[in-house]
């Protein structure tokens, strides 16, 4: 039997979703590593459908991401530098895809489909904040009232 510890189960996966569910930005993280001193970022993101992801990249060439989701369904969309989509994923535990890899220097945004969606991340450590540069300026920023309509429009592209 494994211990609760150690598992990344359905218990934590369930408290991180209701602790996204109540949340104001409609998402929450559980990190797996010590926040702004390990070499490799390890942590699960809690998302759900309502939460804004301003399109951004990692320009770091240390800062490739992976994203394997555990449970629920994203859309993952990738921009080019001028915010036109180039490509769009949906990923699920039971889909054809069941995550990304996303190199540095990508645009990019991700779209919860379902409640109780999550998926695990891992990239280069330490984490540091996105820069100016690494916010896609073409998209609204989180709080802006332009946000939801251009949330809604990301979702609409997974209908």
Do not use: C
């Amino acid at each position: 039997m494994a211990s609760l510890d150690y598992a990344i189960g359905r218990p934590l996966i369930q408290q991180l979703s209701s602790r996204a569910a109540s949340g104001e930005r409609l998402r929450t993280n559980h990190n797996f590593h010590t926040p702004h001193a390990e070499e490799a970022n390890r942590l699960l993101n809690a998302v759900e459908p309502g939460s804004y992801i301003q399109p951004h990249r990692h320009n770091h060439p240390s800062k490739d991401e992976s994203i394997v989701v555990v449970s629920g369904q994203f859309g993952f969309v990738f921009f080019d530098k001028t915010g036109a989509v180039t490509e769009t994923i949906a990923a699920s535990p039971e889909g054809d895809a069941i995550g990304v890899n996303i190199p540095h220097g990508t645009f990019h945004s991700v779209i919860a489909l379902q409640p109780g969606s999550v998926f695990f991340e891992a990239k280069a450590g330490p984490y540091e904040p996105l820069t100016d540069d690494e916010r896609a300026s073409w998209a609204p920023s989180e709080g802006d009232p332009k946000a939801e309509i251009y949330r809604k429009s990301l979702e609409a592209l997974f209908e």
